[in-house]
């Protein structure tokens, strides 16, 4: 083995200027492919994050996958008649025994759930009206199953918990209705309950949608608004491992039969999108490396034009053509080796300076850096395509020096 490096190394270094851009190609196409792999792993890994923080692994609502079959159906399955326009009995809409509900899925290891009321009202302060979404919850539970306390940036869910009468909204639409800290405002239902709220927190999420349309109360106190006493229309659910959303959701639906609904299911076209645009990224910075790997190709070929006569000496002394193709693979190797070797710490700098880059998101409310992944497994592919492309942009130059029949070079053939 060391014999065959030796031969090898020396091919390489009697053309150092071609060998040094062949090896100059593969540096910058793996830090290239480092870089922009890492950044768009990293954007994809942080909205996944965003998703899955923001919003709940689970959410159980007041419907059902299936519709309610008609008892009339149930009766008559084959019946000749048809009964049209059957308007069903109303009732108040909720999730029944939902506090039962509750206490089983927090028996579930690995699961924090709680009851939640949602509902739509007028926001009014100083003569502004705005329509907000309510979000109705027992405090204590908030800290566990929302990420609002990781966001306030004034007073805290703890003044929610005293003050059963408060409200935490978004710093957006405190903005937008010049509200401070512990004004009061008023909430209308659509049912024409009007109540007062004193705010005693304030929360920004960065998403400026998000922070002017929605607010968080006691649960009782949006029953009371909106007249719907001990109901409750969803669950939330947090999971220590989210990425079993999908089975535990299926799981609990089973059970309880109110419809489950995970974060993958709910932005499955998201997930799809983020698929096909890895598809894509992958393709166009391979596409970089498999240019550079034509460099390997040249120079390697040009080797084995130039040393017909070395590689049919080296056959006359008894190497075998497999020996010889190994000779010439072993140049693409270590082209490959050297080229990983030495792009991994430039795609590292690139990295850096990606990180450095901050911008203003359209919706945003804040600045955000580029989000880069430093992931092992981003190195490993980096290192691993351009290494496997090297070798095999190497394969052919090596088969065909395999392939040099002694006889014509040494009496003088072509």
């Known amino acids: 083995m060391r014999h065959f490096l030796f031969i090898a190394l020396k091919h390489i270094l009697a053309r150092k200027r071609q060998s040094f851009v062949s090896l100059l190609g593969i540096i910058i196409g793996v830090a290239f ?80 759930a709680s009851a939640s009321l949602a509902g739509q009202a007028i926001f009014s302060f100083a003569g502004r009206d705005v329509n907000i979404a309510l979000n109705g919850m027992i405090p204590e539970d908030m800290r566990d199953i929302t990420t609002i306390d990781d966001n306030m940036v004034e007073g805290s869910l703890e003044g929610l918990i005293a003050n059963r009468n408060g409200i935490v909204v978004g710093a957006e639409l405190m903005r937008r209705q010049s509200l401070s800290l512990g004004d009061n405002s008023t909430l209308a239902a659509s049912n024409g309950q009007i109540k007062t709220f004193k705010i005693v927190g304030v929360f920004r999420t960065g998403r400026a949608s998000y922070d002017e349309s929605q607010a968080f109360l006691d649960i009782k106190r949006v029953q009371a608004l909106m007249d719907r006493s001990n109901r409750a229309n969803t669950i939330i659910i947090k999971l220590d491992n989210p990425a079993r959303a999908r089975d535990i959701a299926a799981l ?12 993958q299911e709910s932005s499955e076209d998201l997930m799809s999108t983020l698929a096909i645009r890895n598809m894509i990224m992958y393709s166009v910075v391979s596409a970089v490396l498999i240019v550079a790997a034509f460099g390997i190709y040249n120079i390697i070929s040009t080797i084995v034009m130039e040393k017909h006569r070395d590689i049919a000496i080296l056959k006359s002394m008894g190497y075998r053509s497999r020996d010889i193709k190994f000779i010439f693979l072993v140049q693409g190797a270590l082209l490959g080796f050297f080229g990983v070797l030495l792009g991994l710490p430039l795609g ?36 691993a395509f351009a290494f496997f492309a090297a070798l095999f942009a190497s394969y052919l130059p090596a088969r065909k020096a395999a392939n040099v029949l002694p006889i014509d070079i040494l009496r003088g053939g072509q």
């Not at 079959?69 to 109303?90: G, H, I, N, W």
């Not at 609990?252 to 489950?260: F, L, N, Q």
């Not at 359209?362 to 600045?367: C, E, L, S, Y």
């Open 33 to 112: 492919f480092l870089a922009i792999s890492a950044l768009m792993q990293g954007s994809q890994n942080d909205f996944i994050a965003r998703l899955i923080d923001n919003s709940p692994h689970i959410t159980i609502s007041d419907e059902f996958r299936d519709p309610v079959v008609q008892p009339v159906k149930d009766v008559f399955p084959k019946a000749v008649t048809e009964l049209r326009s059957l308007k069903p009995q109303s009732e108040t809409r909720g999730i029944r025994g939902y506090r039962q509900i509750v206490e089983y899925l927090n028996s579930l290891e690995g699961v924090r």
């Open 252 to 263: 609990i639906e089973a059970r309880i039969r109110y419809k489950a609904v995970s974060w």
């Open 348 to 383: 590292c700098l690139m990295m850096v300076g990606l990180m450095q880059i901050t911008f203003n998101p359209p919706g945003g409310t804040a600045p955000i850096h580029m989000p880069v992944d430093w992931g092992v497994e981003q190195f490993l592919i980096a290192g």
